[in-house]
Each structure stands twice: as structure tokens, then as C-alpha cells.
């Protein structure tokens, strides 16, 4: 009898345990689901690189901008989508800052410029985090394409230099 009931507790006790192992699991798979599809529905392009910088994500906002399907950047160089003479220099980037741990870009951001698939060069503002998961090293970009930012900026200079000439012009007038 004692033995038994001994075994029936011990039963029991695996099938919580084995229970509570498959909610831990359900969890993490909706946990991870739910940050893919967050990536997948960014309006910004994401790209997470490792430390040899292949791509190892590239969302539905990066092929937008990029005119890259994630399957044709998927494990190549990051550099694929710099023009020159970033795409040449990127690698020598990466290892100083292994290396040393000079900051250039990582957690600071800047306005760069970005190469399409079809070899167009577009404006872009990057900001590149650097994380850990399972004591390896990766990096996340978020990438907005400035491009109408660019031609606004370029617009409102052309009418404040048009402006200057005009008051310049009626002051001259003025004078004569």
C-alpha cells in the first residue's frame, strides 16, 4: 500500500513537472512570436549582425528600403548595403572596435548613406545597438530612409538663398 501510494506521488510529481516544462515552453514560443512579429511590423528597417557582420535578420522594412529580399542577405556581409568607401572600410570598422572598443557609430547614430539593391545610394539615419544572447556578441541597426527630410532641408535652403537675393536685389533697388 505504501509503496503504492509512494508512486503515485512520484507520478504526480513528474506530470507537474513535466506540465510546468510545457507551459515554460508555450511561453517562450509566445514570448519570441510575438518579438518577431514586432520586427516584422516595424516601420524602420532592423539588421542584426554578428561580430564576422553577416546578417543574420533583416525585416520587411529593410527589403522596403533596401530592394533586398532577407533570403539574399541573409548570412552575407552587412557591407552589401553601403556604397564605397563604407563597403570597403566596414570590416576594418568592426575589428578595431572589437579590439579596442572605439565607438565610431555604436550607440551614438549619424546620418549615413545606404546602397539599394539596383546600386542607388540613398540617405539614411542609423543607430546601431550592441547586445549579448547566449555569450555571443550581435548588433542591431535601425535604419529610417531620410530621403524627403534631404530634399526638404534642400528646398527650404534653396528659398532662404532666394530670400537673401531678393532683399538683396530690393535694397539695391532702394539705393538707385
Do not use: C
Request: charged share 30%.
Amino acid at each position: 500500500w505504501r509503496q503504492r501510494r509512494t508512486q503515485r506521488t512520484l507520478q504526480a510529481s513528474v506530470s507537474d513537472a513535466e506540465r510546468d516544462r510545457r507551459q515554460a515552453e508555450a511561453n517562450a514560443a509566445r514570448h519570441a512570436a510575438r518579438w518577431q512579429a514586432i520586427v516584422d511590423t516595424a516601420t524602420e528597417g532592423i539588421v542584426t549582425i554578428d561580430e564576422a557582420a553577416r546578417t543574420e535578420t533583416f525585416n520587411g522594412a529593410a527589403e522596403r528600403l533596401f530592394g533586398y529580399q532577407a533570403a539574399e542577405v541573409l548570412g552575407h556581409n552587412v557591407s552589401l548595403l553601403m556604397p564605397n568607401p563604407y563597403q570597403q572600410e566596414h570590416d576594418g570598422y568592426m575589428q578595431r572596435y572589437l579590439r579596442t572598443g572605439e565607438r565610431r557609430i555604436i550607440g551614438i547614430g549619424r546620418e549615413v548613406l545606404g546602397r539599394r539593391k539596383d546600386g542607388t545610394e540613398f540617405p539614411i539615419d542609423l543607430s546601431v545597438g550592441e547586445g549579448r544572447t547566449d555569450g555571443r556578441r550581435f548588433f542591431t541597426a535601425v535604419i529610417r530612409d531620410i530621403t524627403e527630410r534631404k530634399e526638404m532641408q534642400t528646398k527650404l535652403a534653396q528659398a532662404e538663398r532666394l530670400a537673401a537675393a531678393g532683399e538683396l536685389a530690393a535694397g539695391v533697388a532702394h539705393e538707385i
